[in-house]
C-alpha cells in the first residue's frame, strides 16, 4: 500500500506556542490531504480536507485561524496549531489520496501535549 | 449527510475464534466501504475496502461483506490471533458528502490467548 508520514511523531510545547506538522505522501501523489483529531477511545473527526493548490476546507466548529493547513505540493501538507492551548493536546492524523482515487492511506499520527 | 453506525463497540473472543463487526450506512449513493485497524498510539491502516458492485471479498483471514439493499457490511476475521488485538474502523464514502469518508465509532478487538 502506499505510504504516508507524519513529522514530528509527538510534541510537548508551551501553552501559547505554535506547533507545525508535517505529512508526506512518499510514493504517491497526493492531489487531496485530510486532517483528523483523535480522542482518546474516540473515532477520528475531520478537520478539514486540503487539495493541493487550494484553500483548505474546514469542518464546522473547527478554527481556520487557529489551525493553518497547507498544501503547497502534491506530497506534502502541513498543519499548523496558532498559540497552542491545553485544549488543543490531541492525536493529529493526516490522510493523503490520490487523483481520481477512492482510498485513503493514514499517516503514523502525531501526539501533541500542551502544557 | 451519511451516518455510519458501528457494532459492537467492543468484542473479546479466545484465540482462534471468529470476529464479527458490523456497520449499517444512511446514504444509498455511498459506494466504497473501507475498514481500518488502528493499534494503540498508531494511525488507521487500510486492510481491506469492498465497492458497491461486489457483494463480498476476501483476503486470507479477513472478508468483507455487503448488503446494498440493507446497508450494512460486516468485517469477518478468522483464527483470530492476539495481533488482531486493535480498534477496527468501518468507513463509508458518498457522492453526496463529495466524497468523503464517515467513520463508524470503533470496535475494540481483544483476542486472549
Known amino acids: 500500500g502506499a505510504v504516508v508520514s507524519q513529522h514530528p511523531s509527538w510534541v510537548i510545547c508551551k501553552s501559547g506556542t505554535s506547533v507545525k506538522i508535517e505529512c508526506r505522501s512518499l510514493?504517491?501523489?497526493?492531489?487531496?490531504m485530510f486532517w483528523y483529531r483523535q480522542f482518546p477511545k474516540q473515532s477520528l473527526m475531520l478537520m478539514a480536507t486540503s487539495n493541493e493548490g487550494s484553500k483548505a476546507t474546514y469542518e464546522q466548529g473547527v478554527e481556520k485561524d487557529k489551525f493553518l493547513i497547507n498544501h503547497a505540493s502534491l506530497t506534502l501538507s502541513t498543519l499548523t496549531v496558532t498559540s497552542a492551548h491545553p485544549e488543543d493536546s490531541s492525536f493529529y492524523i493526516c490522510?493523503?489520496?490520490?487523483?481520481?482515487?477512492?482510498?485513503?492511506?493514514f499517516g503514523p499520527g502525531t501526539r501533541l501535549l500542551v502544557l | 449527510g451519511e451516518n455510519v453506525e458501528q457494532h459492537p463497540s467492543t468484542l473479546s473472543v479466545q484465540e482462534g475464534d471468529s470476529a464479527v463487526i458490523k456497520c449499517t450506512y444512511s446514504?444509498?449513493?455511498?459506494?466504497?466501504f473501507p475498514w481500518y485497524k488502528q493499534e494503540l498510539g498508531k494511525g488507521p491502516q487500510l486492510i481491506i475496502d469492498i465497492r458497491s458492485n461486489v457483494g463480498e471479498k476476501k483476503d486470507q483471514r479477513i472478508a468483507v461483506t455487503l448488503n446494498k439493499t440493507a446497508k450494512h457490511f460486516s468485517l469477518h476475521i478468522t483464527e483470530t490471533q492476539p495481533e488482531d488485538s486493535a480498534v477496527y474502523f468501518c468507513a463509508a464514502r458518498s457522492r453526496n458528502a463529495g466524497n468523503m469518508l464517515t467513520f463508524g465509532g470503533g470496535t475494540r478487538l481483544m483476542v486472549k490467548p
Open positions: 446514504d444509498s449513493a455511498s459506494n466504497y
Open positions: 510514493d504517491f501523489q497526493a492531489t487531496t
Open positions: 490522510s493523503a489520496r490520490g487523483r481520481g482515487r477512492e482510498t485513503q492511506y
